[in-house]
Nanobody, 129 residues
Framework: VQLQASGGGLVTAGESLRLSCAAS????????MAWFRQAPGQEREFVAV????????FYTESTKGRFTISRDNARNTGYLQINSLEPADTGVYYC???????????????????????WGQGTLVTVSS
């Protein structure tokens, strides 16, 4: 499965963005999907994850309330809505997917990069103050 992330850009603090992650195959609906981000000079970190059906989501504490992960399996596409953007949100955002359908249930596994065998190329989000 190939993943294509898009939707990043240069925005001002307080604005919103919706990132998209388009999958190349209909098997996307069988995959757990997640978003990670990598700030300049930092390690790539977990942001959010959504189950294959979209019924369950988890977020890292720092993004709760402002970030919303969702998916449309009919369109083979996942999304990350980011509201009230802050300069600290600047970074490259990656979407990822895992065929391990229950991986998201483990707090450790859903945050671990190795859980996800499919990765998009990343989309850059830059937030100016």
């Amino acid at each position: 499965v190939q993943l294509q992330a898009s939707g990043g850009g240069l925005v001002t603090a307080g604005e919103s963005l919706r990132l998209s992650c388009a999958a190349s195959e209909r098997t996307f609906s069988d995959l757990v999907m997640a978003w990670f981000r990598q700030a300049p000079g930092q390690e790539r970190e977990f942001v959010a994850v959504i189950s294959s059906t979209g019924g369950t989501t988890f977020y890292t504490e720092s993004t709760k309330g402002r970030f919303t992960i969702s998916r449309d399996n009919a369109r083979n596409t996942g999304y990350l809505q980011i509201n009230s953007l802050e300069p600290a949100d600047t970074g490259v955002y990656y979407c990822a997917a895992s065929s391990s359908r229950h991986s998201y249930l483990s707090s450790l596994k859903r945050r671990t990069r190795n859980t996800y065998e499919f990765w998009g190329q990343g989309t850059l989000v830059t937030v100016s103050s």
